[in-house]
């Protein structure tokens, strides 16, 4: 399906995840100064991730009608799913990255894959996904807006994620610095490369810790 070029707040937002953190963040509401690692929340209408203390992503997204959703940190590995490469076809992705994120606005699948301009989104045929889920029932298990199923499949690879959508959108704002000329260059490869050997290793702890081997 075509896709568009996307813009907005979450993109400007991408480039705290590719530069270098400041010596002290602080929470987007309460503005107190926060640790390096701290929640993150995602402003459903404009997929905006900010960044918030503790007791603010609490009484935020407690709040009735908040526009603000806690982003998980949970990386899963989901080393069974099943998905032929006809399937794949079928979604019509241009490139062998993407994440699949469940819009509560728009009530359908999303589906983003990264490039040199930025992201690029597009909506994934219902009857495709239906087809996937079924095959799939952890896909039923994402928490719209916040969990994506996160896709690698380039250079052979076939890897499959339930992953925290600002992690997503973390590859997407990685892809988008280190981009060079046609086809990338070695070093954005480098950092693609770089990015999923950690989500690796963070999902096989996640899967010791929940005695999984």
Same mark, same amino acid.
């Given at each position: 399906m075509p896709g568009a070029s996307l813009s907005g707040s979450w993109v400007s937002q991408l480039r705290r995840f590719v530069s270098p953190p400041p010596a002290l963040? *602080?929470?987007?509401?309460? *503005? &107190?100064a926060i640790a390096a690692k701290h929640p993150h929340l995602i402003e459903v209408s404009n997929r905006g991730? &900010?960044?918030a203390c503790s007791d603010?992503? &609490?009484?935020?997204?407690?709040? /009735?009608?908040s526009p603000y959703r806690l982003i998980p940190q949970k990386i899963q590995l989901l080393r069974d799913f099943a998905i032929s490469d006809a399937q794949w076809g079928a979604f019509q992705i241009p490139i062998d990255l993407v994440f699949v994120f469940l819009d509560s606005a728009a009530g359908r699948p999303v589906a983003l894959y990264p490039g040199a301009a930025g992201a690029i989104q597009s909506l994934l045929g219902l009857e495709a996904w239906a087809e996937l889920t079924?095959?799939? /029932?952890?896909?039923n298990q994402l928490q719209p807006d916040v969990e994506a199923l996160l896709v690698n499949r380039t250079k052979g690879t076939r890897e499959y994620y339930r992953a925290p959508i600002d992690r997503c959108y973390a590859l997407a704002g990685l892809i988008r610095t280190h981009w060079r000329g046609l086809s990338g260059g070695t070093a954005v490869w480098d950092h693609i490369d770089a990015y999923f050997a950690g989500l690796r290793d963070e999902a096989a702890a996640v899967g010791r810790a929940a005695g999984h081997d």
């Open positions: 963040e *602080h929470c987007q509401f309460c *503005h &107190v991730v &900010v960044c603010c992503a &609490v009484a935020e997204t407690a709040r /009735p009608g079924a095959s799939n /029932p952890v896909l």
